[in-house]
Every structure is written in C-alpha cells, then in structure tokens.
C-alpha cells in the first residue's frame, strides 16, 4: 500500500437532460450542437450551442418532449436520435 491515496475523485461535470431534466454525469448524455442552424449529434470537440439529453433513455428522444428545447427543431432531432447509432462507449449495450 504505497501508492498515495487520491484524496477527490476526478470531477465530471453535470449536465442536465433537456428532456427529462435530470442531472446526471455528462459522460451520460448525447450532446446535439447547433451548427450552421442545425442541431447535429455531435461527439467530438465542442462547438456551437450545445444541448444534452439522456444517452440510454430513448422516451427523452421523442418529439414531443424535446419541443421544449428545440422547438420547431425537434422532429428532426429526434429521427436523428432515433436513427444514428450511439458511439462505442461503456453505455453501449448488446
Ligand atoms: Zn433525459
């Protein structure tokens, strides 16, 4: 027992579901970007406005409960949702 003891964990940042409104890690989330005036999915770098909802919840996917957010947007977010596979990551399930 050596190794000396981390005393805090490494801080993850909280990020609210635009959807469902909860707050959960942001490793948890989908995040859509507004580029060029239109909300893409995004996983890379950050860029343009940002939004997140729920990566393994697809109810918080749905039309309707991201007219809130999105607006007039929100159709075609969701069939985005609904159609783009979620990167590899420890979410991914099989
Ligand atoms: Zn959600």
């Known amino acids: 027992m050596s190794a000396p003891a981390t005393p805090l ?7 609210t579901c ?6 959960r890690p ?4 989908r995040r859509v970007s507004k580029v060029d005036g239109t909300w893409k999915l995004l996983t890379g ?3 343009g406005r940002g939004a997140y909802v ?5 109810s918080c996917w749905q ?5 809130r957010a999105f607006g007039a947007a929100a159709p075609a977010l969701s069939a985005l949702l609904l159609t783009t596979p ?9």
């Open 9 to 15: 964990l490494r801080h993850v940042p909280e990020r």
């Open 18 to 23: 635009v959807a469902c409104r909860r707050k």
């Open 26 to 29: 942001q490793p948890e989330f």
């Open 45 to 47: 770098p950050r860029s």
């Open 54 to 58: 729920c990566a393994d919840s697809p």
């Open 63 to 67: 039309d309707k409960r991201l007219r």
């Open 86 to 94: 979620q990167p590899a990551g420890p979410l991914q399930e099989h």
